[in-house]
């Protein structure tokens, strides 16, 4: 009995000192998550009260007080899971969702007849005359040393062109310059290799002058070579002059010593048939009525030169015009791939009028140009095809030249090999082996 009672005072002496043991722990409160509504806010506010988590074993409080806390942890992890949705959007949702609101687009047609009822001549000039109106007196309010400024073309295209880096000259009903008033410079061939430059300079002269052609600086190609080697130089030529003429005959080894500097609608050489002195003033004004935009396989936009500040709305409109109705030809992709076109000036700050704006959807397949280069190639390769074809090479390696039985037997077998090979990909029936051999039997005997 005795040993009993001392069991049961340990034991209570134990309890004691683990009730004791036990620490009331520091009042928390809960976080309340951001981006909450007003109701959900109020509800919280009264749910982040103190909580005490004294651990009794009498009563269950510390089993409800984990109950509620648990609760209220995966409400937070329902509001953030909804948090992390909302900012993970898709591009599907944002378009079905914000995007939708835009016009929808019609479908690609032959836009031939509605761009010449939109892009005519009343509708251009009206624009043209707008535009000046508004743009003499935005330069007054600048208040800028230079008056002088240009009209451009902005020319936008849905898909970018496969196609070589090149300048496209363009023509015009009205020239950009004014040889009394600006300054243009023509580059001519030297009249003997190694001369002197200012015989060629007086030879020159003098016919010009009988022609009654006015307002050039002359300058031969051996003097170009010998004054300006530098970049800088050649950058302070670019910024002399407003406009360049070059002889047809050395325009190639104009543009390759001067460099990139001249390959910009400003500063890019025109070239001027220089053969017959009779047709030298015609030549010079025809070559004045140019104009030039880069293209490139970066960028869908072009910038065409069409007029400048001495332009009257009707000289504009007819530039416009005339430019318009040769990008119908020239420009990758037709009429299906320009998207929009805008009139402005050449100063930063003004504002464009719209000439056209295409809402038709974008051509399938990418326009793909062939340069001058790429056909030259594909001439030449024709050629040297159709002499080759005269040709067969035997078992030696020596080159044999075919009469006509057997030029005839040739064409007639590469046609049967054609229908095969045709035969074949359209999945019919190939059993004209026999009506081949046939062929070549009698093409023999004969």
Do not use: W
Request: some cysteine; charged content about 35%.
């Amino acid at each position: 009995m005795e040993k009993f009672k001392k069991e049961e005072l340990h034991k209570g002496k134990k309890l004691k000192s683990l009730k004791k043991k036990v620490s009331i722990k520091p009042k928390t409160k809960v976080a309340v998550p951001k981006r909450l509504t007003e109701g959900k806010l109020i509800g919280k506010k009264n749910k982040s009260k103190t909580v005490s988590k004294v651990a009794t074993k009498e009563s269950g409080k510390y089993e409800e007080n984990l109950e509620k806390e648990l609760d209220e942890e995966t409400k937070h992890s329902t509001v953030s899971k909804k948090r992390k949705a909302a900012k993970n959007t898709t591009d599907e949702q944002y378009d079905n969702g914000k995007k939708a609101k835009v016009l929808p687009k019609v479908e690609p047609i032959e836009l031939e007849e509605k761009f010449n009822s939109i892009v005519n001549y009343g509708k251009v000039q009206k624009i043209c005359k707008a535009l000046k109106t508004l743009v003499t007196k935005e330069v007054d309010e600048k208040k800028s040393i230079f008056d002088d400024y240009r009209y451009l073309l902005n020319v936008t295209s849905y898909k970018i062109a496969d196609c070589p880096k090149r300048m496209v000259k363009l023509n015009l009903k009205h020239p950009l310059v004014n040889t009394d008033e600006d300054d243009v410079i023509i580059i001519v061939a030297d009249l003997k290799r190694g001369g002197d430059p200012e015989l060629t300079i007086q030879h020159y002269e003098d016919i010009f002058h009988k022609m009654e052609i006015t307002g050039l600086k002359i300058m031969p190609f051996r003097q170009l070579r010998k004054e300006y080697t530098t970049f800088e130089s050649l950058r302070k030529l670019a910024n002399t002059y407003d406009y360049f003429l070059c002889d047809g005959r050395i325009i190639g080894h104009v543009n390759g010593f001067c460099g990139k500097i001249f390959q910009k609608s400003r500063t890019t050489y025109h070239s001027v048939r220089l053969n017959n002195p009779q047709l030298f003033k015609k030549e010079i004004e025809r070559s004045l009525k140019r104009t030039a935009y880069r293209q490139l396989e970066k960028g869908n936009l072009f910038t065409i030169p069409v007029g400048n500040n001495r332009f009257s709305p009707r000289e504009l409109t007819e530039n416009i015009l005339h430019i318009v109705n040769q990008l119908k030809a020239i420009f990758p992709g037709g009429l299906n791939n320009i998207r929009n076109m805008h009139l402005k000036i050449d100063i930063k700050g003004t504002s464009s009028l719209p000439l056209y704006v295409n809402l038709a959807d974008p051509p399938a397949e990418c326009p793909y140009v062939i340069g001058p280069r790429e056909q030259r190639a594909l001439k030449l390769k024709k050629k040297a095809n159709e002499v080759l074809s005269k040709f067969s090479l035997t078992k030696t390696g020596q080159f044999v030249k075919l009469n006509k039985l057997q030029l005839r037997r040739k064409h007639n077998l590469k046609e049967a090999r054609e229908n095969l090979s045709s035969k074949i990909h359209t999945g019919s029936d190939v059993d004209n082996s026999d009506d081949i051999l046939k062929q070549d039997i009698e093409d023999e005997t004969v």
